[in-house]
């Protein structure tokens, strides 16, 4: 050791009552915790002007990577849309032509004298293109509703 002598301490078992029979007169430590948060690819200025501190040109590095991953995402995000354009257009021909062909089967029917069975086919292909078309509507306005009140919600913060 350093030198330094120990005293021993008189210790009491827990149960037997009275004060401490050692006080200490030593100075009391503090700690101060302070934390920062940040939401995004780029952090706050103060902290990437310490990134050049640390790393050559590291805050520019970091700008140029949060700029390559904004395209990215950009481009992604215009092939999904692209993607959804071109699956509804496609989806829609393909009803156009079943309904169509249940329509002429049904028309079919009837000229060849099956006049009940003409008609169900005729009136229940049109009764699934009016009812796809109303759901439709009815699915975009909630949407409509949800991201108005989600807009609407974002102003309020």
């Keep these: 050791m350093s030198g330094k002598r120990y005293k021993k301490r008189p210790f009491l078992p827990s149960g037997q009552g009275g004060a401490s029979p050692v006080q200490s007169n030593s100075a009391s430590i503090q700690a101060k915790v302070q ?4 939401s995004g690819p780029v952090p706050p200025p103060s ?6 501190e640390v790393v050559p040109d590291g805050a520019e590095r970091i700008l140029a990577m949060a700029e390559r991953q ?3 995402r950009e481009i992604l995000e215009a092939q ?3 993607a959804n354009i071109d699956s509804q257009r496609w989806g829609s021909r393909y009803a156009f032509v079943l309904a169509l062909l249940a329509i002429a089967g049904g028309i079919f029917l ?3 004298g099956r006049n009940t069975s003409g008609l169900a086919t005729v009136i229940t292909a049109l009764v699934g293109l009016v009812s796809v078309f109303f ?4 699915q ?3 949407e409509r509703v949800e991201k108005s009140n989600a807009l609407a ?3 309020r913060q």
């Design 135 to 138: 759901y439709t509507q009815n």
């Design 80 to 82: 999904v849309v692209a």
């Design 153 to 155: 919600e974002r102003r």
């Design 70 to 72: 904004s395209k990215h």
């Design 47 to 52: 902290l990437l002007a310490r990134y050049n």
């Design 110 to 112: 009837i000229y060849s």
């Design 35 to 38: 934390t920062e948060f940040f």
């Design 140 to 142: 975009q306005r909630k």
